[in-house]
């Protein structure tokens, strides 16, 4: 019995001598072999033995740049545990080997600018010196905070909150730590209640909730607005820009890759689904022109400082409302898209030719006049050589006077029974092609205040102005424009161009028809 009792005291002594042990090591470890540039503290650390569980609580962790005192990160937990480390992998394969981690409501703050990054690159020192592999089955995060802040006014670059993350078969080695990438892993999810970016000086997106599981991400209620109201953001800036406010009910997101290959960051998805997006865009006309060189689509794809790979997008039940401002006495004319849905493959910077970007769109212009287009580039062509074509079905003319009347003080009369037209274009110049059969139409050119007709106006303006199309045989009149691209306008204002162009040799009655 003496002896029964023995071994089990010199038993519990010597789990009470190894925790201690076991315990000092890992406060010397977080004391001594932590980088300089790094400190912790913390309000106790508990440790198991027969578990291999490692306990701190109220953990406190700074990061500064390598060479001086300045703080650009600092991290906080509730709670570190660390379950289940195997001594037999330690002892015997000399890796540290665990189970699972649980960090409990950590609070993340990061300073973009106070990080000198050519001191604290992780790319060629590694945030860390490892002695010893680590290989974890799980990690997880829970009821995270992520602040990210620059040096401007508004400081808040990006808010995560209550986020949740977990991480399977998480690898670290010495040369796994020192890529651009400092991990590897196989499955991973997350989810958070609300994310903040701001985009740029103007514009901020907002996310109510996410989910990422099994390469599959939703986003709900998503938003993208400019911070400024109307008449504010023409007071802030020296050149146009469009006020945006879209809003997305949802953004299905499947089989997300990323990574990087050789130092190159590359995304790819399957495809991506937007749900009943409204988009509202108010650009002053008023406030000076920007006259930097706009890129068409295909030249912004292929100089993205990233590889993008998307199959395929598309948009469910889009609306999109564009008002302009050209005179002071008014708010300005809208034009209204509805019922839009598109599709587009190849969102890449990636493919080969003969492969091509294509974008498929119908809708109603205006609410009542469905529409169909079709759009193609290819990326690897640097002439950026496109294809558009467009299907307009019966529109009745007045529609267009909450645009013509309030920006140009002209009011249109009559009918548009159907309009082709075809822009073989590149980033020079374009051909539109154009037919139109239309009857009774009518140019009507109002005064400045815009409530009278201007009769001499007018009747010098439809004095060049077909009537109807009924002179022709087929009842269509056509024309080909040759249209020079003012690199200093937007994509759509090219597509415009050519589009009025069109119709107005074709209605003029210089058509070659």
Excluded: C
């Excluded at 050149?239 to 990323?258: A, G, P």
Aim: aromatic share 10%.
């Amino acid at each position: 019995m003496f002896s029964i009792l023995t071994l089990v005291l010199l038993l519990i002594g010597a789990v009470v001598i190894t925790n201690i042990l076991v315990k000092n090591k890992v406060e010397n470890y977080l004391l001594n072999r932590l980088p300089k540039h790094i400190t912790q503290d913390h309000k106790s650390i508990a440790l198991n033995t027969l578990r291999g569980t490692i306990t701190v609580k109220g953990l406190s962790v700074s990061i500064t740049n390598r060479n001086d005192t300045t703080v650009h990160t600092k991290v906080s937990a509730e709670r570190l545990i660390v379950e289940n480390i195997s001594y037999w992998d330690y002892l015997v394969h000399s890796e540290i080997h665990i189970e699972d981690i649980k960090i409990k409501s950590p609070v993340i703050s990061y300073h973009t600018q106070k990080l000198i990054k050519n001191q604290d690159s992780t790319s060629s020192s590694g945030l860390l010196k490892l002695y010893k592999p680590i290989l974890v089955e799980a990690l997880s995060i829970e009821n995270a905070t992520f602040y990210m802040y620059d040096d401007t006014k508004d400081s808040l670059v990006l808010l995560v909150e209550n986020s949740t993350v977990n991480i399977r078969d998480i690898k670290i080695d010495k040369d796994i730590i020192n890529r651009r990438f400092p991990v590897e892993f196989k499955n991973y999810r997350a989810n958070a209640d609300s994310i903040f970016v701001k985009t740029n000086p103007y514009e901020n997106l907002t996310v109510a909730d996410f989910n990422l599981e099994n390469k599959q991400a939703v986003f709900n209620n998503v938003t993208l607005k400019t911070k400024y109201a109307r008449t504010e953001l023409s007071q802030q800036i020296s050149t146009e820009r469009d006020h945006f406010d879209l809003e997305v009910e949802k953004i299905s997101v499947d089989n997300i890759n990323f990574g990087f290959d050789n130092r190159a960051l590359y995304v790819s998805s399957d495809y991506i689904i937007m749900e009943s997006p409204v988009l509202k865009i108010f650009r002053d006309k008023l406030v000076n022109d920007d006259l930097t060189t706009k890129k068409l689509y295909s030249q912004a794809l292929r100089e993205l400082p990233f590889q993008l790979t998307i199959d395929s997008v598309v948009v469910n039940n889009a609306s999109i409302g564009y008002t302009e401002k050209v005179k002071q006495d008014n708010d300005g004319g809208t034009i209204n898209l509805d019922k839009l849905n598109a599709s587009i493959i190849n969102v890449s910077n990636t493919y080969m030719s003969p492969n091509r970007t294509a974008l498929k769109i119908e809708g109603f212009f205006m609410k009542n006049t469905p529409f169909k287009s079709r759009w193609t580039f290819d990326i690897n062509k640097p002439s950026d050589d496109f294809i558009f074509s467009m299907e307009i079905g019966e529109f009745q003319a007045e529609r267009l006077n909450a645009f013509t009347e309030p920006n140009l003080k002209v009011r249109l009369n009559g009918q548009t029974d159907k309009i082709y037209y075809t822009i073989d274009g590149n980033k020079n110049k374009s051909s539109v092609d154009l037919k139109v059969k239309y009857e009774d139409f009518e140019v009507v050119v109002l005064n400045k205040e815009g409530n009278k007709k201007n009769w001499l106006l007018s009747t010098v303006a439809n004095l060049f102005v077909a009537k109807d199309s009924e002179d022709k045989n087929d009842n269509f009149r056509e024309a080909t424009v040759v249209v020079e691209r003012d690199k200093t306008k937007s994509v759509f204002n090219f597509i415009w161009l050519n589009l009025s162009k069109g119709l107005l040799k074709s209605i003029a009655g210089n058509g070659e028809k």
